[in-house]
């Protein structure tokens, strides 16, 4: 270890076969009874201490949903937590029990009673004696790192770069900003073409029209988290499980499911709905909504192969690897391929004209894939999102195909391209 608490070069720690490494910082929060100490950064996941000298005090697994939560003390950000320390003021408890709480909300794993008992189970080796399979891709940084990105997508032969509240486009290759559309917030989350313009949408949808200026449409009580053209309409699904088609200047609800909509795909003539929880949906042609075949929930994304392949991404967690469901063009069921391995979860997928997958990835993962989405080899990016250190979000990474390349941009890390 150097002084700085970061390894010393050369050399590599490992748990259970998963490269690690140090992470050490202190969560503070006067309203919590015991002690957080985050230790090592597992991709992406995190090995915290607690401690509050009960029997319950131990080295814990925490996957990269519990671990926002950790980060988010402090912020007021997060309900479940702020829910957690309103019952703990009306109610205080030991350090114990809080620990015991906080472990069973969040479901974490407990690997070692001790500091001397966890340190047991690392490994430590030269990397020189390790071998490592990158995968065959060129990736090419175009842009400086960009604030909170929502989400890109090609606009007038430009590359968009859609924030929170805006959505601005550069000219390639010298990556000039060429024109910026405002005040479209709060929060926008996707974006689809239809009717020969981009659609963005979050709170409200916009269209984008030339010179920066936008057509708006509001909505009542419904926040976008996807969007498709489907036989020449303009469908929404939102966070709260409501299917929306556009209908004249208006958005008109057609379906709801108990469930938010993470992913619209029009596919043969069908609309495909991937739920977070719930499974996957279709609607039919003669508008019956029906399961689509895959009942596994974390689904985020239907994308239709250039092969005409249906391809189900489903996001997995922790150890539990993400997933593709395939349905070939001539197959009438989905078949299961374990694409990714542990903790490797993918975001969006985009494909080149040479058929190659291009799927973003959290934790600076990119994944690539040359036999349409069957499996995926890994290529890890250092710049996509910070690992250890002071706690910062880490969000999902975007991914849009453009000419040749498919671009990839994340939070705070450089836009780039691959290929």
């Known amino acids: 270890m150097t002084a700085d608490g970061c390894l010393a070069k050369g050399h590599a720690l490992s748990l259970d076969g998963d490269d690690a490494s140090p992470a050490y910082f202190e969560v503070e929060d006067p309203r919590l009874p015991f002690r957080a100490i985050r230790l090592m950064n597992l991709e992406g996941n995190e090995i915290v201490a607690l401690h509050g000298q009960s029997r319950h005090d131990g080295i ?11 980060e988010m003390i402090g912020t007021g950000d997060d309900e479940e937590l702020e829910s957690f320390f309103d019952a703990l ?3 205080p408890k030991s350090a114990g029990t809080c620990i015991r709480s906080f472990v069973e909300s969040y479901e974490l794993t407990k690997l070692a009673a001790s500091m001397p008992a966890f340190f047991k189970k690392l490994k430590h080796e030269a990397v020189g004696t390790r071998s490592r399979n990158r995968s065959k891709v060129v990736v090419e940084e175009i842009l400086k790192p960009q604030p909170m990105v929502h989400g890109i997508f090609p606009i007038d032969g430009r590359l968009g770069v859609m924030q929170s ?3 601005d486009a550069y000219s390639l290759p010298k990556g000039r900003k060429a024109v910026s559309w405002t005040k479209l917030g709060p929060y926008l989350e ?3 073409v239809f009717d020969g313009a981009v659609w963005v949408g979050g709170e409200a949808v916009h269209r984008l029209l030339p010179k920066g200026k936008k057509k708006s449409f509001k909505l009542d009580e419904h926040w976008v988290a996807a969007m498709v053209e489907h036989e020449e309409e303009l469908w929404l699904g939102t966070n709260a499980g409501a299917l929306l088609k556009l209908d004249g200047r208006k958005f008109k609800e057609v379906e709801r499911f108990k469930s ?5 795909c029009s596919h043969d003539g069908e609309l495909w709905i991937t739920l977070w929880k719930g499974g996957l949906k279709k609607r039919t042609v003669k508008g019956k909504v029906t399961s689509g075949g895959v009942r596994a929930g974390r689904l985020v994304k239907a994308f ?3 092969s005409g392949a249906l391809l189900i991404v489903c996001q997995g967690e922790s150890k539990r690897p993400g997933l593709i469901y395939r349905k070939a063009s001539d197959e009438k069921k989905f078949v299961e391929h374990k694409a990714f391995g542990a903790y490797e979860v993918p975001t969006e997928i985009a494909q080149l004209p040479s058929g190659r997958i291009i799927s973003g990835g959290l934790f600076e993962k990119v994944f690539v894939s040359d036999n349409d989405g069957q499996r995926f080899a890994t290529f890890r990016q250092p710049f996509l999102g910070r690992m250890g250190g002071k706690p910062e979000k880490r969000e999902l990474v975007y991914a849009a195909a453009m000419d040749d390349f498919v671009y990839l941009a994340g939070p705070f890390a450089p836009v780039v391209r691959a290929k």
Do not use: P
Not at 60 to 70: K, R, T
């Open 190 to 192: 996707t974006w689809c």
């Open 89 to 91: 003021a009306e109610s």
């Open 165 to 167: 509240d805006r959505v």
């Open 304 to 306: 239709s192969s250039s």
């Open 260 to 264: 938010k909509i993470t992913g619209l």
């Open 60 to 70: 814990y697994f925490m996957d990269h949903e519990a671990l926002y939560s950790l």
